[in-house]
């Protein structure tokens, strides 16, 4: 039995071993790194922590090592020649994306394909094959949803403030002031809503609802940082995020408070529980889902 790595106060990672070498995707006091050893003692750096991004999942095929990283709120892919160092980023038209590498299509590791599942709030999942050596895409698999037409919706971020943002989704010919509004949030644990096709919102885009998403504090859209700004004392800092997003839509005419309606399940639903005792004037509905606002009997109840 061999320690790979002495375990830390706030220091997160995972390994991978590839060849005579172990890859650690490393955090640790908010600072984000992959570095690599052939001896467990003396450690390399192979992608640094620049312009606060963060990286989330990594992959080793072929002499190449491809990772996600989020940087200002989006996910992006950079490709790494291992033996040469020298990187890429993999471009995509929209900037809203998730990522992930499913285990059964990776399994053959001297292959330098990487396949690759790519997903976002409108668009059904692709997927799709990295060849890492001409750091090129090729579309394998489109999820055909019947009678869905991606064209004719809209996905869009919004500015609330220098760091808060509002991911909003609408139907291009349903697109009007004042709208009817669903805003939902989770904000806890340093999850993030990531860019996923979800058909139950497309039914409520086709009957003329505005649907957004609040990317509070506590959750992870910009990485840990922005989650412990948003837990224990600092748990307040969600609640007061989700209020902005809601005061942002009302004041530029995305809805108003008689046609609002806010939602969360589980930590969300104590984020809407907050956010209807702080301000309830500005919502006319609240749907909460598994609230876990009464903390000690839920604590208690095994």
């Given at each position: 039995c061999t320690l790979l790595y002495k375990k830390e106060k706030d220091l997160y990672y995972n390994v991978?071993?590839?060849?005579d070498y172990w890859y650690f995707m490393v955090l640790k006091k908010n600072i984000s790194k992959i570095i690599y050893t052939n001896d467990?003692?003396?450690f390399h750096t192979l992608?640094?922590?620049k312009n606060e991004i963060e990286y989330s999942d990594?992959?080793?095929?072929?002499?190449?090592?491809?990772?996600?990283?989020?940087?200002?709120?989006?996910?992006n892919l950079i490709n790494v020649n291992l033996s040469t160092k020298k990187t890429n980023i993999i471009h995509f038209k929209q900037k809203q994306y998730s990522f992930d590498f499913p285990e059964l299509s990776n399994l053959?590791?001297?292959?330098s394909n990487v396949i690759i599942n790519v997903s976002s709030h409108l668009q059904s999942k692709k997927v799709i094959n990295l060849d890492c050596i001409s750091n090129t895409t090729k579309l394998l698999k489109n999820e055909k949803i019947p009678n869905y037409n991606e064209s004719l919706y809209e996905s869009k971020m919004l500015h609330v403030n220098k760091k808060l943002r509002i991911t909003i989704m609408y139907k291009k010919s349903k697109l009007v002031k004042n709208m009817k509004c669903v805003l939902y949030a989770y904000g806890a644990y340093g999850v993030e809503i990531e860019p996923e096709f979800d058909h139950k919102i497309i039914s409520l885009l086709n009957r003329g609802f505005l649907y957004c998403i609040a990317h509070v504090r506590g959750g992870g859209f910009y990485g840990n940082k922005w989650y412990m700004e948003g837990k224990l004392l600092k748990k307040k800092n969600t609640f007061n995020d989700f209020i902005l997003c809601a005061k942002y839509l009302i004041k530029n005419n995305y809805t108003e408070p008689n046609k609002l309606?806010?939602?969360?399940r589980s930590a969300g639903g104590l984020t809407i529980g907050a956010s209807l005792n702080i301000e309830p004037e500005l919502f006319e509905l609240a749907i909460l889902g598994v609230p876990f606002v009464d903390v000690l009997n839920t604590m208690k109840d095994k």
């Open positions: 991978l071993c590839y060849q467990l003692e003396h992608l640094p922590n990594f992959i080793i095929k072929g002499n190449f090592l491809c990772a996600v990283f989020k940087k200002n709120g989006q996910n053959n590791l001297n292959d309606a806010i939602w969360g």
